[in-house]
DNA sequence: TCTTCAACGAGACGCTTAGTACCGTAGATC
DNA sequence: GATCTACGGTACTAAGCGTCTCGTTGAAGA
């Protein structure tokens, strides 16, 4: 056991708190490390001791769904057409809200800067094990599908599209999510 | 005609190209304002009297084609797939350049701040007017195609995939975009 | 119990950049 | 030739980054 006081969990989920409230309040560019301290009740320096980067804090806050309490799995019914399809519904229409929009954007655009953070946005969209190019490769297998892209271009084709929402603010149509995948699957929607 | 002396047309110029010199050599996010003028051996007021912000400046090189000097239009041949397919391959082919990748990249994350950097961002790459959105309804009216999506949702489908290839750094593997592009069209690949 | 040691809140510091203000100069209009 | 505006250059304020150093607090070891 290492000598001397423990990281304050206090502290740490302060931080964590800081970052979603002013990123809500302020947008994600206008947030500092000094307003994060400040918001916190917290030293800039223990801020600095855990964490090298802004990045690195809204990954951790990500992690721990700080930033986003909802997650997004994708179901397991078997069909792979009604599972994938409803997941894309509900993201979709969580993007549809222009403030969830626009922090996926800003997200989108820390990812650049940090494949971390990448990893953490796709684990909270579901899009990150089991990916839906194993779901896809599943069905194939399964020979309820033969699509005829690859699984991984499937998943890409998707998750483009999420993006693209994402950062053009198109409002979703419901119902529209089950004829994207149908389409892309490879199979005439219901 | 308004009396003093006249924007200069080699300062402008040498500002547009600072930029794209100093991205190119440093990465966008450490191009900073006072290191283009210094490059460019211009005042630094004479950069805030035109442009409002950095992006603003990106914008302008983007548009005059300083930033990225190949363009990417769309053939119009009549034959929707293989016109579409064959520049959906020279943007495939393009972003397997690292180099180009990382630029895409950064001009995407200012893209989020910067609508007309997206904007100028779709012109470059061809998918502005006319877009692949109405060169498939085109192909629809025409009775060559009934494919099951719409022409903006394969555009959507289309810039996303370019966009997620452009952050994931994947290979490109030639003749993928035909594939793609007859998969989403709904037509047999030849 | 008492010593040791690391994390803590707080804040001073040097550094870099943003953006503004002002200079004297050059060039274009009246 | 008088006037006006953009120019290159420089000084300036404001703000944030990241480092460093206080005195304090609290947990582990003797």
Redesign the interface.
């Known amino acids: 056991m290492p000598r001397g006081a423990a990281r304050s969990e206090a502290s740490r989920t302060a931080i964590l708190t800081a970052i979603a409230t002013l990123i809500d309040r302020m947008g994600f560019?206008n947030v500092t490390i000094e307003a994060i301290a400040t918001e916190a009740g917290v030293g800039k320096q223990t801020i600095y001791r855990w964490y090298p980067s802004k990045n690195a804090i809204v990954a951790e806050a990500l992690a721990e769904g700080t930033l986003v309490p909802e997650s997004f799995p994708v179901p397991e019914t078997g069909d792979a057409l009604a599972d994938i399809s409803a997941w894309l519904e509900r993201v979709l229409a969580f993007l549809g809200d222009e403030t969830h929009a626009a922090l996926l954007?800003?997200l989108?655009?820390a990812?650049?800067?940090s494949p971390e953070i990448?990893l953490r946005v796709a684990e909270r969209l579901g899009m990150a094990s089991p990916t839906v190019a194993e779901r896809v490769q599943q069905a194939r297998d399964a020979g309820q599908l033969r699509?005829?892209?690859t699984g991984e271009?499937i998943d890409?084709?998707i998750?483009?599209?999420?993006?693209?929402?994402a950062?053009?603010r198109?409002p979703y149509v419901p119902g529209?999510a089950h004829?994207?995948v149908?389409?892309?699957l490879?199979v005439?929607?219901d």
Do not use: N, T
């Open positions: 560019d954007g800003s989108l655009s990812s650049i800067d990448g699509p005829a892209l271009q890409q084709l998750f483009g599209l999420v993006v693209m929402r950062l053009g198109a529209e004829r994207l149908a389409a892309l490879g005439a929607p």
